[in-house]
């Protein structure tokens, strides 16, 4: 998989600044890069790992190239070092692959329909009326129950479960131990009898295309209509996405995160950590949520929110700011108030 | 499974007003419901679809129908219309069946009981001395370990894991790859060693009737004596609850919710999304903890808490609205110091 | 397994007040342990239970021994209470065994090498290259795929998966459906092409000895370089451990914790409950974050940090006490207000 640089830049879309000849073997951080390997430099705080480094080449923004430099080092100038570095790596780097066709100690039913380029793995069980797209790999001990559909081209890594009538678009990868389909958490509540009563979960959940979904997260399926991933959208792990959630395309939904029922993300929506965002909200396109925020009302689009409760982001900050004074603040206005009674009763 | 308008009063208990000889064929949101449909009103969040809803019937409560009502469309008015709907619901919505038995592909260590009229499907373990019991349902790469107990009825989706000695009362329903009976986190400093000593997890988990697990939630079994849920309480997806862990019946912890080590949550107890409880704390009957609260401390019996540290719900509040005005604050103290400086000045 | 109080105090080294020819049976808690039972006490919080204890004999440390002590019951005197009780318990309670070598119903790839002392249950699947060390137990439904590497006397529980080329030390314990080398969380958004691009998540995951890590906990892989957990760390139920997090020897997080890319945690951290760490961030040597805290900022080493966001612990109290007067401080300054400008009117 060794590639000159020069075809590198062109792979890249990005100017060469050096020698075009390099014989690049792969890519690394800028600390541990060999003169063989390529490597990036996006995040300011690495700025002296990148004059130190001892790379072959690096991708830098048109910004970067304009201030210090390494020495004797090639590099690839770019719009987007980090989309270029992830274009490099996926040159030397491919998913392992497997052979196509049913393992003989998958159980896959009857009524089940599975392209014959399709790789299902040992232990897999493919349900009743469940289609399985080209090219698709089923690992082990996945689980997929009646009349789900596995779009073309879907890795679903093991201990996956695709519950009955969900759909995954095509492309969409699912990291090990994610569940699609579980049962909303829905329950009414019978005075009467002293019990909660479980409300049928009817929908289902219908992923698009080019998604991807994180290790043991949860999408759950609707009560009635179905639970929505839009095309493109990317899960991380351990994220809870409650019954009928809608979420458009390109949003980001960082580790831990959760989403009530109901709730509608809008696009390009980008969740950080463990926010968590109530039922029946709306979060508008390219709305942006910082790490551990708790979203107890809609964001308008575009907006950048955090806090406990979810604020404007900047705002959230001054009150934080306000709130390290508030023990001296106290004892001022203490001082205020005696010096206060003082003038009032020398008046 | 149509169900004529009359008969459905009838089921849910409700007084009919408009047309009982219709033939109602399903349940649908207010907003997509079709003639033939039956919805329901209970957030007044939805008023707008209640008014222009195309639905044949709609559940509503005594207070609302006393409102605005939409035209030429029969109303079920009854005391709970969450309940009704959720009853109707039932009604048109069947789990799907599997035929009883154990496949051949799973495997059951010859000490188990596994009662004729139960399912095992295929790749499912059932360990040493395990018991299951009648009409129960283990679903694919179900595991079972030495001596679990599983009662009448239970249905337990792909990937659950039962350990060893771990009970679950009839009807209780795990949703795919919750774990039961995981070894909780204990571990005693052996500072002469240098190492944490793990300290035996030699109790188990016992789970009530009645009771819901939801997806990849974790309940781990006790170090000594057991962690215990008792009947009827539904927990959601990725929910940690730890060893000893005591949970009262009819309690509802959300999603993400996380309760730690030896503590006891009472009868009819509301966790939100995301709320944490630290060890060793008692929380009361019928307590309500707002989502993303961080409990540390005990929680009388009836409270509504919210926050972080959680406290009075209310208060809460008032003290959050109370530092969205800080920064502001801060500037009119200054401000007050500066006059009471020059009035002092002048004095 | 019954054992003499005198060889039990030898065991714990502790020195014996009491009746070393007492014959005991197992280890309870103190306000359920019988006369042939052994308890211990290290929490004042159950004092009372301590006097009320039927135990037949309770560890305690030095400093208690010296207050209020149950009558007729002996005592055994050690530095760490828990830790002997720890050592009393691991006594009495054992794991269960499973025969050694390959289930016929489970799936092993002609390249993989497995000790034939491991145990291979049923359903468990071995990719290829995989190697699994002398006496480990491989339980069913574990995944470990292409060239995984499984060191002596690990445990998997049921529905681990460990994918490609991670490596777990010796003795380290995996309970079920924790993940360990999911892709970790990496796109690069290519504007002109309006898609997140995925980066390959090149990397592994190097667990060291004596790691112990919790139900469906997830453990990414790194980008380019590992994500490395050191030995003799403990990680609970439900943690995320993003890509390239390096973690030091003997930490332990707990439940529902999150660290995420890049970030570093020393030797001895302690993260509580639902703990956040955002990226690319340094937390020192025995730092400690309280439950809930959420970290945007290096801690030092041997830190005690709490709260949103996160910072000194003692500092965070302070604040929140302060917190709960605001309220009346916001009256108390509209009051100062008024009877300024009524002395600067006066004047």
């Known amino acids: 998989m060794t590639i000159l640089l020069?075809?590198?830049?062109?792979l890249v879309e990005g100017t060469l600044v050096g020698d075009g000849s390099l014989s690049i073997e792969g890519v690394a951080p800028l600390d541990v890069a060999t003169p063989r390997q390529i490597s990036f430099f996006s995040n300011r705080k690495y700025k002296a790992d990148f004059l130190a480094t001892k790379a072959g080449a690096v991708i830098v923004s048109k910004a970067d190239v304009g201030g210090d430099v390494p020495k004797d080092v090639s590099l690839l100038v770019v719009d987007n070092p980090y989309l270029a570095f992830a274009q490099?790596?996926?040159?030397?780097?491919?998913?392992?692959?497997?052979?196509?066709?049913?393992?003989?100690?998958?159980?896959?039913?009857?009524?089940?329909?599975?392209?014959?380029?399709a790789t299902v793995m040992p232990f897999a069980y493919v349900g009743r009326g469940v289609k399985v797209g080209a090219r698709a790999v089923i690992h082990a001990h996945c689980s997929l129950l009646d009349g789900a559909v596995i779009g073309e081209d879907c890795v679903l890594y093991p201990g996956v479960v695709v519950r009955e009538g969900c759909t995954l678009g095509p492309r969409t990868i699912v990291q090990p131990g994610a569940v699609i389909g579980g049962d909303g958490f829905g329950f009414a509540f019978d005075a009467r009898k002293m019990?909660?009563?479980?409300?049928?979960?009817?929908?289902s959940v219908?992923?698009?295309?080019?998604?991807?979904?994180?290790?043991?997260?949860?999408?759950?399926?609707?009560?009635?209509g179905?639970?929505?991933?839009?095309?493109?959208?990317?899960?991380?792990?351990?994220?809870q996405v409650a019954h009928n959630v809608e979420i458009g395309p390109l949003s980001l939904l960082a580790g831990c995160s959760a989403v009530a029922g109901s709730t509608t993300l809008g696009a390009g929506v980008v969740l950080g950590g463990q926010v968590g965002v109530i039922g029946h909200l709306n979060i508008g396109d390219g709305a942006r949520l910082a790490a551990a925020a708790a979203v107890f009302q809609d964001v308008p689009a575009g907006a950048a929110y955090g806090g406990i409760p979810a604020?404007?982001?900047?705002?959230?900050?001054r009150e934080q700011a306000a709130v390290h004074q508030l023990p001296e603040l106290l004892k001022e206005v203490r001082d205020l108030r005696k010096r206060l009674a003082k003038l009032e009763k020398d008046e």
């Open 195 to 203: 019990r909660h009563f479980k409300v049928p979960q009817a929908g």
């Open 6 to 10: 020069s075809e590198l830049a062109r």
């Open 206 to 224: 219908q992923v698009g295309a080019d998604v991807e979904i994180g290790s043991n997260t949860c999408l759950d399926r609707g009560t009635l």
């Open 311 to 317: 604020q404007d982001q900047k705002r959230w900050l």
């Open 88 to 117: 490099a790596s996926t040159h030397f780097h491919h998913p392992p692959t497997y052979p196509a066709g049913i393992d003989p100690r998958a159980a896959v039913e009857a009524s089940a329909e599975v392209d014959p380029t």
């Open 226 to 239: 179905d639970t929505v991933v839009a095309q493109g959208t990317k899960i991380d792990n351990l994220v």
